[in-house]
């Protein structure tokens, strides 16, 4: 599925905008970054609480293409500054971890993007 | 020089996941019987036990260090130790009013207890709950705590709250004074990924976890400025638990 079909579904805010037309055929959640690194799949959708700028570098490291933090939290200035420089999707919602991911999988799993 | 017994990273009955018998008596016992002369009161997220165990222990030769160890929003560990005890009760009031918990269940999450200079409970510290997070980034956090005379390390990096479990690799616009690290093969990871200069606590909770000295410090005394100097020189010398 197309990032930006996935952002438009589920009213996602575009905090930080890189590439749009990605394919999403992943998911991880994630708030300790060293088990993100070791469990991220390549273009996933990452959801998260962490909102320290070294998600952006894990973000690379691990493919994702695009952050989603729920509950309407903020990213700390030096992480949107840095996602600026990387162009790296930031997205977030309202909703809570659970809501989210609970739509975003299934609505993955039901067009057989996973 | 002298070669120092220490334990830079330790907890007191006021942390809340630490043993209710923590206090400056059971310690006294402790400390003497495993040879720590040199320790830091490192509490999570207040400084308010400090001055009772500096005026506990003034008549004897255990050298107390001023600490805390603060929990930031990243969830984060980080111990501060401070030159001086008004600086670091400064910042302990700092922290505690940026703690995001306020209201918590002491019988579930713990007892926070404040001593007096005798080592005598004093009273309970109701709110806030100690073993919340800062409201502050771990770069706010280590950029305020360089406006004093300070050594700031992250805890135990590779553990629960440590530093690189929290945060996957090393921020890069942070400079620490050290890490702490707990075994032979951490320090080789730390190494590996840049860090040079090594500290090392007990992180004691409970009694048995003061039963021994974490490392060995050679300097010429137990100033602040001969242990910020013994870090730089690595004359930090760990002695590893197995």
Redesign the interface.
């Known amino acids: 599925m197309i990032l930006e079909d996935i952002i438009s579904e589920f009213n996602l805010e575009l905090v930080n905008e890189g590439n749009l037309k990605v394919k999403i055929n992943a998911g991880v959640i994630g708030?300790?970054?060293?088990e993100?690194?070791r469990n991220g799949k390549e273009n996933c959708i990452w959801i998260t609480h962490?909102?320290?700028?070294?998600i952006i570098?894990?973000a690379e490291?691990i493919g994702a293409k695009a952050i989603l933090i729920p509950e309407n939290l903020n990213y700390?200035p030096?992480t949107l500054e840095r996602a600026k420089d990387m162009r790296i999707n930031l997205l977030k919602t309202e909703l809570s971890g659970f809501e989210i991911t609970g739509k975003i999988y299934k609505i993955l799993k039901d067009n057989g993007s996973i | 020089m002298a070669l120092f017994n220490c334990s830079f990273h330790n907890h007191t009955v006021l942390s809340p996941c630490a043993d209710i018998s923590m206090s400056s008596d059971l310690y006294k016992e402790l400390l003497l019987k495993s040879n720590i002369n040199w320790l830091a009161i490192t509490d999570h997220n207040s400084t308010r036990n400090i001055r009772p165990f500096i005026n506990y222990f003034s008549n004897t030769d255990i050298k107390i260090v001023p600490g805390i160890e603060v929990q930031t929003?990243?969830?984060v560990h980080v111990i501060i130790l401070f030159n001086k005890l008004d600086e670091a009760e400064k910042f302990g009031k700092f922290i505690e009013s940026s703690l995001i918990i306020n209201k918590y269940d002491p019988e579930k999450f713990g007892y926070q207890i404040c001593l007096n200079g005798e080592g005598d409970f004093e009273y309970i510290l109701e709110n806030p709950y100690l073993g919340s997070s800062s409201k502050y980034?771990?770069?706010k956090l280590v950029m305020e705590a360089k406006k004093y005379e300070t050594i700031v390390f992250p805890a135990h990096i590779f553990r629960a709250f440590g530093l690189?479990?929290?945060?996957?690799?090393p921020?890069k616009?942070i400079e620490f004074d050290a890490v702490e690290v707990k075994n032979e093969k951490e320090i080789e990871f730390a190494k590996d990924l840049g860090f040079s200069n090594f500290i090392f606590g007990n992180d004691a909770h409970t009694p048995d976890e003061l039963n021994h000295f974490s490392c060995q410090v050679r300097a010429k005394n137990r100033s602040f400025i001969a242990l910020k100097e013994a870090i730089y020189n690595k004359k930090v010398y760990p002695i590893w638990q197995h």
């Open positions: 708030d300790l970054l060293s993100v690194m962490q909102t320290h700028q070294n570098a894990v490291v700390l030096e | 929003i990243e969830e980034s771990i770069n690189i479990t929290q945060l996957g690799l921020p616009d």
